[in-house]
């Protein structure tokens, strides 16, 4: 019998090579059974491909797939407790919706079909279009039959491919959170494959950022957007403030950064980089501006000289360009909270930012 503990997804050195292309490299990752777990990246970086291997729909050319201890690599995919549910929902277009999700329960002779499709139509709030035929339900309502077709046979995964690239973005904002719903009742791990950084971290408990083929980085996605390790991270997974500096050392708990005409300091475990040219990073919502003179509510990086150069004001916010004395702009986003008016282009400003909200990042990547 194994413990729950033994049914993690555990990928190790996979990769896949098509004629003179590798599209996977070397892929390490364990998904805890359970988790909602996204995989994210910009277009061909190789999602699908890792998807399609744990589904079995593609051979590896190297590495491995288990589930616990069961090594799936080269099971056929019907023979694998995994399921997928893809962007265009591959529906029967002839069946209605309660034949749709009873599909796989009949094809078993499974007992019981009409509780467990009924159970599972009340899961995804569709009992009342339990008689409809495909075609007349909306995009959003089609991909939660779905998502009922592919859970009914209680796979140990889920693997979700772009399921909602084809909604508009509204339906796709409540399709992510009615799918993060679904997960949590039913307990299941799902791997969501998605290029749409905030539905990554709308959705996962733990997202793997992959770019050409590796992944860069994976963590929550709190980790991800507070402390990225990678240049690639950082601008893939929202905006941040890249300024060069030469790394002075470490001191205690911090590595200190000489800027442009100022010393700054890193928490050490924000540090990636420990010697040499790096970039300290600073997500634009931390960084605070004031006219020049007035204080900043921001100990630490206090830097003057600087003017605003362009401004945005986006309803929620107000989105500042601040040219800083060595000719870098910066971005500056500031929430409206009615506190004080915005402050007009051309005005002579300082700028500051809580020491423990910046990242150090190795100046040799390239800034994407
Ligand atoms: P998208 O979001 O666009 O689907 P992706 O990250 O899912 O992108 P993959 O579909 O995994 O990317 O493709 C990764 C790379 O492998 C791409 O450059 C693609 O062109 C290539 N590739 C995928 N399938 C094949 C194939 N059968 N033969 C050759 N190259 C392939």
Redesign the pocket.
């Known amino acids: 019998m194994s413990s729950v503990a033994d049914r993690d997804l555990r990928i190790s050195k996979l990769t896949k090579e098509?004629?003179t292309?590798t599209?996977v490299k070397s892929l390490d990752l364990v998904v805890p059974q359970g988790s909602f777990f996204a995989l994210l990246?910009p277009?061909?970086?190789?999602?699908?491909?890792t998807l399609r291997m744990v589904a079995g729909l593609d051979t590896p050319t190297s590495g491995s797939i288990h589930l616990g201890d069961l090594d799936v690599t080269y099971e056929k995919p019907y023979r694998r407790p995994v399921n997928t549910v893809f962007q265009n929902y591959a529906l029967f277009p002839h069946l209605d919706i309660y034949e749709n999700v009873a599909f796989g329960l009949r094809r078993r002779r499974s007992p019981e079909v009409a509780r467990q499709v009924d159970e599972m139509l009340a899961l995804v709030e569709l009992t009342s279009q339990a008689r409809k035929k495909p075609p007349q339900l909306s995009g959003g309502q089609q991909q939660r039959v779905a998502l009922a077709r592919a859970l009914i046979n209680r796979p140990e995964v889920l693997l979700l491919d772009?399921p909602l690239g084809a909604l508009d973005l509204k339906l796709r904002r409540s399709m992510q959170l009615e799918i993060k719903r679904i997960q949590t009742e039913v307990g299941l791990t799902f791997v969501h494959?998605t290029?749409d950084q905030e539905e990554a971290m709308t959705m996962a408990d733990t997202i793997a950022v992959m770019n050409a083929g590796v992944i860069e980085q994976m963590g929550s996605p709190t980790e991800l957007y507070e402390n990225p390790a990678t240049t690639f991270v950082a601008n893939f997974l929202g905006q941040s403030n890249l300024i060069a500096g030469k790394i002075i050392g470490r001191e205690g708990d911090v590595v200190k950064v000489q800027m442009e005409g100022t010393v700054v300091s890193i928490p050490a475990d924000r540090a990636h980089a420990d010697h040499g040219d790096g970039w300290v990073g600073i997500r634009p919502e931390k960084v605070l501006i004031a006219p020049a003179g007035q204080p900043i509510d921001a100990p630490g990086n206090h830097m003057t000289g600087a003017y605003v150069t362009d401004v945005s004001f986006v309803g929620v916010s107000t989105q500042y360009l601040v040219r800083m004395p060595w000719g870098q702009e910066l971005m500056a986003f500031e929430q409206n909270t009615g506190v004080r008016g915005i402050i007009p282009v051309g005005t002579a400003v300082d700028v500051s930012w809580r020491p423990e909200f910046a990242f150090l990042l190795d100046a040799s990547q390239d800034v994407n």
Request: hydrophobic share 35%; with cysteine; glycine share 20%.
């Open positions: 098509f004629a292309f599209a990246g277009s061909g970086c190789g999602k699908t491909t772009e494959v290029h």
